[in-house]
């Protein structure tokens, strides 16, 4: 059974950080592609940011230069490094993993989700 858990979330001030993490289980992780999607209040889910189990990375042209995506596949787990947050980056965040497809291909795990909220 495949597993994806986020954690990291939280409250922060604008220009202020964060760091996400996704735990993932019951996959072989390193073959795997992760990613960062996000879905704000009344608003269709996005992706954020997108590494392949080569590491490869694609990002959102909203938070290019502010957000780096990273993996470990010692600990089978993908971060969101957060950095000059805006309160436009509010939105619940969630973790998906796939084995195929490209960043253009919605993923086919999903964690339940963490809620990042920017606001001073």
């Known amino acids: 059974q495949v597993r994806l858990v986020e954690s990291g979330g939280g409250l922060v001030q604008p220009g202020g950080s964060l760091r996400l993490s996704c735990a993932a289980s019951g996959l072989s992780f390193s073959i795997y592609h992760m990613s960062w999607y996000r879905q704000a209040l009344g608003k269709q889910r996005e992706l954020v940011a997108f590494?392949?189990?080569?590491?490869?990375?694609t990002y959102a042209d909203s938070v290019k230069g502010r957000f780096t995506i990273s993996r470990d596949n010692d600990k089978k787990t993908v971060y969101l490094q957060m950095n000059s947050l805006k309160p436009e980056d509010t939105a619940v965040y969630y973790c998906g993993a796939q084995r195929l497809g490209t960043s253009n291909t919605p993923p086919r795990y999903w964690g339940q989700g963490t809620q990042v909220t920017v606001s001073s």
């Open positions: 590494i392949s189990s080569g590491s490869s990375t």
